[in-house]
């Protein structure tokens, strides 16, 4: 069976040139903040993230985060904005994060550990107006942030939980 194809060595096989090697898959453009809205919606009691012994569900995820955005489009975001995301590692931080992008605007994240100077040169070079922070952040590093709009994660319980869905495409910024 030494012209059986099952016994050749894989070496030894020539493919054709027709026949492609890899064929780019194009998927359609879907936003996070969407796929985490439909994770909501079809299992909101499933654990979405967890960190340090603490945890959120899906559905308190997308409330938070729908939240934070809806608290940052009533404060005039535009689209591409820059906003500030200056909160210590914790649930709270992804809720920040989807807030912003639910509102359009682009993340940039500030590390509350690095050196004050450093922060100072990343407020001044990216422009930003506005800044999500938790309450330890507030505390620690308040007058850094002053001039710039707040919100704070422990503030945004009085805006609308129900889902936020803005439209964004794949060319609008993300991350700063």
């Known amino acids: 069976a030494s012209g059986d194809v099952d016994s050749q060595r894989l070496a030894d096989i020539t493919l054709s040139p027709d026949v492609p090697v890899q064929t780019?898959?194009?998927?359609?453009?879907?936003?996070?903040?969407?796929?985490?809205?439909?994770?909501?919606?079809?299992?909101?009691?499933?654990?979405?993230?967890?960190?340090?012994?603490?945890?959120?569900?899906?559905?308190?995820?997308d409330a938070w985060s729908s939240q934070v955005g809806r608290r940052l489009l009533g404060m005039g975001i535009v689209p591409d904005e820059r906003v500030g995301l200056c909160v210590e590692r914790s649930t709270g931080l992804i809720a920040g994060l989807l807030g912003i992008l639910r509102a359009g605007g682009a993340y940039v994240p500030l590390d509350p550990a690095y050196p004050r100077e450093r922060l100072a040169d990343m407020i001044t070079d990216s422009g930003m107006s506005r800044v999500v922070v938790d309450d330890a952040t507030l505390d620690s590093l308040g007058d850094l942030l002053d001039g710039l709009e707040i919100v704070r994660l422990s503030d945004v319980a009085s805006e609308d939980a129900s889902p936020l869905v803005t439209p964004v495409h794949p060319d609008q910024l993300a991350y700063v």
Do not use: D, H, K
Not at 28 to 40: D, K, L, Y
Not at 42 to 51: I, L, M, N
């Open 24 to 61: 780019p898959v194009v998927y359609p453009f879907e936003a996070v903040t969407s796929r985490i809205a439909a994770q909501a919606a079809a299992r909101p009691e499933a654990t979405a993230v967890t960190c340090e012994g603490s945890s959120l569900t899906y559905g308190a995820l």
